[in-house]
């Protein structure tokens, strides 16, 4: 009995041994298995080549043509609705300064990307020393600068994008000097189904067709916005202009009372300059007696939501998502 359940037990200590060795042995080719197809090296090499092969890239723009020899590590740019555009598609890093960096943050959306303090300040009009001692590979201009756009071509390959009312015809140019062309076209394609859904909800809430003003106090009263980059509310949303509404224009206290619009959506003057400011219309009577006011439509916003900028204009639908939830 005794020799019977020795020999049983090397059966069986022989038998783990091989299970052991089994099991480690599928271990591992598992582990060679996971790493070839999940490596972060390896899934980093291989946009990385796309882009390599994509350059030198011929890039069309408003002053010819320019040929990039490789993709662009560090960017100028002189008008910093651009910097916004490249922030929407998380190419942030590419961005070595910007003209008009003080403008740009008055806006809370782009906190995050330049309270760090990695984004020169290129002045508040091209300082050409600064965009020289920067070293950029390519500097993307506006129509503003084509004055300058010799000297500028003397420091960098330089892509002039003339600015539009329409962030949408912009970005994907922007984009294109980096070659993700496809980043730019999704964040498109994700605001424009974003819209298309907060139309159809405006619709079944009744709040279509309801009088809307954009605005911001300005000087003595406001400045209101109406042209091609408030089409997204007023066009597609069903906000309902009020008549004689101009692109943009000064209005009254006054004059938004004659007008008593359903919704008011009000920013502070980004410049801090307005002689109105917004704790003065806590106590005015005749600000107190608009509709917007007294039913609780007046919507204190962030001014970035009015300009041809990628991320204020999502922001913008963001805030009419939260009153439709409201």
């Known amino acids: 009995m005794y020799a019977s359940s020795k020999r049983s037990t090397g059966i069986s200590v022989s038998l783990i041994l091989v299970l052991l060795v089994l099991i480690l042995s599928a271990c591992g080719n598992n582990n060679e298995s996971n790493n070839s197809a999940s490596s972060p090296a390896t899934e980093q090499a291989s946009p990385s ?37 490249l922030f929407a598609i998380g190419e942030q890093a590419v961005i070595g300064g910007v003209v008009g960096l003080s403008s740009l943050k008055n806006f809370p959306v782009y906190d995050y990307f330049t309270e ?10 091209p300082n050409l020393e600064k965009i020289t001692a920067l070293n950029p590979d390519v500097i993307i201009a506006w129509e503003d600068d084509e004055k300058i756009y010799d000297q500028l071509s003397k420091i960098a390959p330089t892509i002039l994008i003339k600015q539009s009312e329409n962030w949408q015809d912009t970005i994907l140019k922007v984009a294109a000097v980096i070659n993700e062309e496809g980043k730019a076209q999704q964040y498109i394609d994700d605001y424009n189904k974003k819209l298309t859904d907060l139309a159809a909800q405006m619709d079944q809430t009744g709040e279509k ?43 009254s206290l006054e004059g938004v009372s004659s007008l008593d619009p359903d919704y008011i959506f009000l920013g502070e003057d980004f410049t801090n300059t307005a002689e109105l400011k917004l704790e003065d219309l806590k106590t005015n009577p005749v600000w107190n007696n608009l509709k917007a006011v007294k039913n609780d439509k007046l919507f204190i916003v962030d001014t970035e939501i009015v300009g041809p900028l990628a991320m204020g204009q999502f922001k913008g639908l963001d805030i009419i998502e939260g009153i439709m939830k409201k």
């Open 209 to 251: 067709g309801k009088t809307a003003i954009f605005m911001m106090t300005w000087a003595k009263g406001f400045n209101y916005y109406g042209g091609a980059r408030m089409a997204p509310y007023y066009e597609k949303l069903g906000f309902s202009k009020f008549k004689d509404m101009q692109d943009w224009a000064e209005i």
């Open 116 to 125: 760090d303090g990695t984004i020169s300040d290129l002045g508040d009009t």
């Open 49 to 85: 080549s796309e882009q390599a092969a994509a350059f030198p890239k011929t890039i069309a723009h408003d002053k010819g043509e320019t040929v990039l020899e490789s993709k662009p590590k560090t960017i100028a740019i002189t008008y910093f609705p651009y910097a916004d555009h």
